[in-house]
């Protein structure tokens, strides 16, 4: 069972842009393995809502249900794909060292993509349906290390971080040449 706090003043940072991020309490419904998923054995999870800002009253407003549930399939689908898209990469990385093995050392960074969920919930109170995307939580700084538009570097990376924005341009690259022919 999940129960997320959706009080103002229990909210995890300020609300961005187009989402909220509330704090979770996960209590496993059953003994049975196969009803806890992996994912949420480890980390710390929180519940992600979607909102928009009235342009009258300047406030947050919630989605029709439809609308909600329809944007947070796209991104817990994106979430999905970029697992798979960097577990490719990864899997070209080890078939082109297996194939052209050399006495030299290769380091490349260890990367993942959070694990989500989505969880569609009926609030007991007033029976209205709520929809939310349950991430884990990036725990630390958060760094964007390339542009959503173009496989490039940011500005204004550290060397360690320039670093990984281009191991991930590089991922772009091979995700690209392996999926357009």
Partial sequence: MLSVDTRTNAMITAPGSFKTCHPINMVPISTQPHYNAAFFREGIFVAKQLFFRDALSAGQKQYAMQDDLAYMLDKSNCLYWGSSLMGLTYDFIADYLAQY?????????????????????????????????????????????????????????????????????????????????
């Fill in 101 to 181: 093995s050399s006495s030299q050392s290769i380091s490349y960074p260890c990367l993942r993509m959070v694990n989500c969920a989505l969880a569609v919930s009926q609030d007991q109170k007033d029976g209205r349906a709520a929809v939310y995307l349950i991430d884990e939580m990036i725990t630390g700084k958060f760094v964007k290390y390339i542009n959503n538009n173009a496989a490039v570097p940011r500005n204004k990376l550290t060397v360690a971080e320039h670093n990984i924005a281009l191991f991930l341009c590089f991922a772009q690259h091979i995700v690209d040449d392996e999926n357009c022919c």
